[in-house]
C-alpha cells in the first residue's frame, strides 16, 4: 500500500470532469423525451432516445468555467452542509455527545458482548441520522482503553466504531449527507420510505454485530490470534480521562433529540428543504449552547470552525456537480444513461437494481465523499431506474447501500485511514478483518434491494 500513492479525491474529481470534457468530445449527442410524473417529477421516457447533431462540445475554457457554475449549483446543500458542520461542532464543544457515547461504553464494559452490541448501535443510530462520522475519531482512544481491559485488540475496537457507522450510513434513516441528497437529486420526497430502511437496519446491523463479536471471542481465547499482535504500534495507548454526563450535558443531548424529531415532522407534514431544516439546525445551536452556558463568542467560534471543517466537503459537492454540468452541456449525460440501461434493462428490473449497487461501489473507491458521489451518480441513476421499470427510490437505496457499506475498506476514505492511522493498524492487516464482512454486505444488499423492487418500494 506504501507504494500506490492515491492522488487527493478532488484530484480525481476535476479529472473526470476532464474526462467529462472529452467525453462530450467522442461521444453522440443525444437525449430522451421527458415528462412530469405523478409527484411533479421530471422523468425521462423509456424508449425514446434519439442522437442530435448539430450540437456544440464545450470548450477548453469551460475545464474552468464549470467548476464555479457547480459551486453555484450545488449551493442549496453547500450552505446547508456548512450549517451543520457548525451545529455539531457546537453540540461536541458541550462534551454532551462524547460523554454520551462514553456513558454507554462505560455502562456496559465488563460484559464484552454487551459493549459491542451497544457500542455499534451507538454509533450506528448517529451516523444513521445526523450522518456522524469524523465526530467519531476523539472517540477511539476511550474505546480501545475499554476492548483492551476486556482482552480485546485494537482491531476489534476500531471494528465497533467503523462497521457500527459504516451500517449506519449503508442503512440510513435520514442522513443528511447522503439519503437527503441522494433523494434531492433524484427528485425524491425527503425522507420517504422511511419504514423500510428502519425494517432494514436491523438485520444489517445484526451481520455486522456477529462479524465484530465473533472475531473479538477468538482474540479473548487466544491473544496470539489478533491481526496486529505482531505490530507494536497498534498496542493500545494510555487511557484518558473520561468525564461523566452531566445534567446539562443530558439537557443538551434531549434538545437533540427533539430537534430531530421537528426536522421529521416538518419534512413530512410541511415539506421543509434545506432552508427550513438549515433553520432548525442553526436554532438547535444557539439552543445547546445557552444550555450549556457557552458564551455567544465561543459559539460563534466552534460554530465557524465546524463550517469550515467541511469546506473540502463542500467543494467537492462542486466539483462533483460539475462534471454533471459538463455532461449535460454536452449533452451526453443521456448517452451515457442510454448505453448504461441497455444492459440493465437486459436483466429484467430486479438483477438491474443489484447492478446499481454494484456500480456504486466500485465509484466510492473514486469518490468517497457520500454527498459528493451522489450528485455524480445520481442524475445517472435514477433516470436508468425510469427506464429499467424500478422506482427512483430504489436508485436511492442502491446508492447508499453502494456507498456506505463501501465506506469500511476503500483506502481513499480519510475517516477510516484516520481511524486506522491513530490506532496504528496496518491497512491490509484491516482489510483481512473487513473483506468477509464485505462480501455478506453485499450479498444481503442485493437479497434486499431485490426484494425492495418485488414490493414495489417507493
Not at 343 to 353: C, F, I, M, R, T
Not at 419 to 435: A, D, K, M, S, V
Not at 439 to 445: D, K, M, S, T, V
Request: net charge neutral; with cysteine.
Amino acid at each position: 500500500m506504501k507504494k500506490i500513492k492515491v492522488p487527493h479525491t478532488l484530484v480525481l474529481l476535476y479529472t473526470m470532469v476532464v474526462l467529462a470534457w472529452l467525453m462530450t468530445m467522442v461521444l453522440p449527442a443525444g437525449q430522451f423525451q421527458t415528462e412530469l410524473n405523478a409527484h411533479g417529477h421530471e422523468v425521462v421516457v423509456p424508449g425514446t432516445y434519439e442522437h442530435l447533431v448539430e450540437v456544440d462540445a464545450p470548450s477548453v475554457w469551460s475545464l474552468f468555467t464549470v467548476i464555479p457554475r457547480g459551486l453555484e449549483s450545488a449551493q442549496g446543500i453547500i450552505f446547508f452542509i456548512f450549517i451543520i458542520g457548525g451545529a455539531l461542532a457546537v453540540l461536541r464543544a458541550t462534551g454532551a455527545l462524547d460523554a454520551a457515547l462514553a456513558h454507554v461504553l462505560e455502562r456496559f464494559g465488563g460484559r464484552p458482548a454487551l459493549l459491542i452490541l451497544m457500542g455499534m448501535l451507538a454509533f450506528a443510530v448517529g451516523s444513521s441520522t445526523i450522518g456522524m462520522a469524523e465526530e467519531y475519531i476523539p472517540l477511539v482512544a476511550i474505546l480501545i482503553t475499554l476492548c483492551i481491559g476486556m482482552r480485546m485488540d485494537t482491531v476489534a475496537a476500531v471494528g465497533i466504531m467503523v462497521v457500527g457507522y459504516g451500517i449506519g450510513y449503508g442503512t440510513a434513516v435520514m442522513n443528511p449527507f447522503t439519503v437527503l441528497v441522494a433523494q434531492e437529486v433524484a427528485g425524491v420526497t425527503p425522507v420517504s420510505g422511511l419504514g423500510f430502511r428502519l425494517a432494514m437496519f436491523l438485520p444489517f446491523f445484526a451481520i455486522g454485530f456477529w462479524h465484530v463479536l465473533r472475531y473479538a471471542r477468538k482474540v479473548r481465547a487466544n491473544p496470539a490470534a489478533s491481526l496486529v499482535a505482531d505490530v507494536p504500534e497498534a498496542q493500545p495507548p494510555e487511557p484518558p480521562v473520561v468525564g461523566n454526563l452531566t445534567g446539562r450535558q443530558k439537557q443538551v443531548l434531549a434538545v437533540t433529540g427533539v430537534a430531530l424529531a421537528i426536522v421529521v415532522w416538518g419534512i413530512k407534514q410541511y415539506q421543509w428543504y434545506f432552508v427550513e431544516l438549515g433553520g432548525v439546525f442553526l436554532a438547535l445551536t444557539i439552543v445547546v449552547g445557552l444550555l450549556a452556558r457557552m458564551s455567544l463568542d465561543d459559539m460563534a467560534k466552534n460554530f465557524i470552525g465546524g463550517a469550515g471543517e467541511l469546506i473540502g466537503t463542500a467543494l467537492l459537492i462542486g466539483f462533483a456537480r460539475s462534471i454533471e454540468i459538463m455532461l449535460s452541456d454536452g449533452q451526453v449525460l443521456h448517452t451515457i444513461v442510454n448505453a448504461l440501461a441497455q444492459p440493465l434493462q437486459a436483466v429484467g428490473g430486479e438483477l438491474s437494481a443489484v447492478g446499481m449497487i454494484l456500480i456504486q461501489s466500485v465509484l466510492n473507491f473514486f469518490i468517497p465523499s457520500g454527498s459528493g458521489q451522489a450528485y455524480v451518480t445520481m442524475p445517472i441513476m435514477a433516470p436508468i431506474s425510469d427506464i429499467v421499470g424500478v422506482s427512483r427510490q430504489v436508485a436511492v437505496l442502491a446508492y447508499q447501500m453502494g456507498d456506505g457499506f463501501m465506506n469500511m475498506i476503500v483506502p481513499t476514505n480519510a475517516v477510516l485511514m484516520g481511524i486506522l492511522g491513530i490506532c496504528g493498524i496496518p491497512y491490509e492487516r484491516w482489510f483481512r478483518f473487513i473483506w468477509p464482512l464485505m462480501l455478506q454486505l453485499i450479498l444481503a444488499g442485493s437479497v434486499t434491494i431485490v426484494i425492495a423492487v418485488l414490493i414495489g418500494y417507493q
